[in-house]
């Protein structure tokens, strides 16, 4: 909702200098930078599961949530860089 606010905002869809960031898109960009960072640098390869313990869900597999947070993080902090 923020981007499509900061969009529709700007004159013509373009920035010719002068303009900066605004405030609050710095800070996001600050946090999901810092969120993308500590994401990664918690994804390490879980416990490997014994061989006789039956088929893994999807529950019994955290990093898979972990690698999703951190790919949308990415995703922001690509978004935000193009904002």
Request: hydrophobic share 55%; with cysteine; net charge positive.
């Amino acid at each position: 909702v923020y981007m499509a606010v900061v969009m529709a905002a700007s004159p013509g869809g373009h920035h010719h200098g002068g303009s900066g960031v605004p405030l609050l898109t710095g800070v996001l960009l600050l946090y999901f930078t810092g969120y993308v960072l500590l994401a990664g640098a918690r994804l390490v390869p879980g416990a490997v599961a014994a061989a006789g313990a039956g088929a893994a869900g999807w529950g019994d597999r955290p990093e898979l949530a972990r690698a999703c947070r951190l790919s949308m993080g990415i995703g922001m902090v690509a978004m935000l860089l193009t904002l």
